[in-house]
């Protein structure tokens, strides 16, 4: 077994409760090789942002088990060598069993999320509550999901929505002892958020269900999944250069920003750093047909992605500075 607190990460209890007071959401940001990992702790470290850093089960198929264990040891190192150090927790995106959770907690997590959403809501409540039983015993976070976000989860895909039921929520927090909640308002995963026509405007997420869940559960640590804005000008450049990406969508920022000054804690992020990469990549290769050193078209791609991540902590979570 190897211990979070040995490696230096945190779980996210205090800083959930931090962000409640102070009306800031944390970040989440998913990483699968060592740019994105390098450019989400130069911003965070940069922006003096506390960060969550997630590992879906697809990148630890990708990258593997035992090589991101040592990467996450490796981003707490290289931190430490930096202007200030920050709190990292290391955290298991929509883990999809009980042995998962547990083989995560082995390796070195501060926290897991174990997704049910797909499951009947008693199913959900018994895997929820046998994850969190064996978490808490290790002092690691667990958080459960109510409601479904349409799209690709890893395992777990769903081709509609369900908005989470403000009448499951208490009892769902009762029976599992979950310590945070992501919930169905709207958002989705992936680049293609919403089918906007030409001139139509992205439809608002659902806060009137959000202010029901809060009211249920006043205080509780709120987490929303699908959270990327799909970046235009990086949609611009990918299909400038090469790619075919008509019709993404994501989520504007202002909405997000609302979203932060409610219950809302955590804020998971993955496209938009697929986005920035894809978009430099293809820029970077395009313009310099003759290069094939992946240093030359991964390093302007880091640097975008430092920039990305810099301006959400400041202009839309609001996490910088709260370090
Ligand atoms: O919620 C989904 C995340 O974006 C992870 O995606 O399964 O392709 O790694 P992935
Ligand atoms: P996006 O696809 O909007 O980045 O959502 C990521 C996510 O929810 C990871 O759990
Ligand atoms: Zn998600």
Redesign the pocket.
């Known amino acids: 077994m190897v211990s979070y607190k040995d490696l230096g990460f945190v779980n996210t209890k205090e800083m959930f409760a931090k962000a409640m007071t102070e009306g800031y959401a944390i970040p989440a940001y ?1 990483f ?1 090789n060592m740019e994105q990992l390098q450019a989400i702790i130069t911003a965070c470290v940069e922006t003096a942002s506390p960060v969550i850093l997630q590992i ?4 630890r198929k990708y990258a593997n088990q035992t090589m991101l264990q040592y990467m996450g040891q490796g981003a707490i190192e290289m931190m430490k060598t930096m202007e200030r150090t920050v709190p990292i927790a290391l955290h298991l ?2 883990g999809n069993s009980y042995e998962l959770c547990v083989s995560c907690i082995e390796s070195g997590f501060s926290s897991v999320m174990i997704d049910g959403s797909a499951l009947s809501y008693e199913e959900n409540v018994a895997l929820t509550k046998k994850v969190v039983d064996y978490a808490h015993q290790h002092d690691i976070t667990v958080e459960g999901e109510l409601g479904v976000l349409a799209g ?3 395992d777990v895909s769903a081709e509609k929505s369900h908005y989470t039921n403000p009448d499951d929520v208490e009892d769902f927090l009762n029976k599992t002892g979950v310590d945070s909640l992501a919930i169905s308002i709207g958002t989705s ?1 992936g680049a293609y958020k919403f089918k906007v026509k030409p001139g139509e405007s992205i439809p608002p997420l659902r806060f009137d269900i959000l202010e029901e869940i809060e009211k249920r559960i006043p205080g509780f640590p709120i987490v929303l ?2 959270s990327s804005s799909v970046v235009p000008e990086y949609i611009e450049l990918i299909n400038k250069y090469g790619g075919d990406m008509k019709g993404a969508a994501g989520v504007p920022e202002e909405q997000l920003r609302k979203a932060t000054k409610s219950a809302v804690c955590k804020i ?1 992020i ?2 938009d750093g697929r986005l920035a990469m894809t978009a430099k990549i293809r820029e970077f290769l395009a313009n310099n047909p003759s290069v094939f050193d992946p240093r030359k078209y991964l390093g302007p791609a880091r640097t975008e992605l430092i920039e990305m991540y810099k301006h959400k902590n400041i202009h839309v979570l609001g996490s910088a500075g709260k370090a």
């Open positions: 998913n699968n879906s089960s697809g990148a995106d929509h690709i989860e890893d995963h999944h699908g998971n993955d496209s």
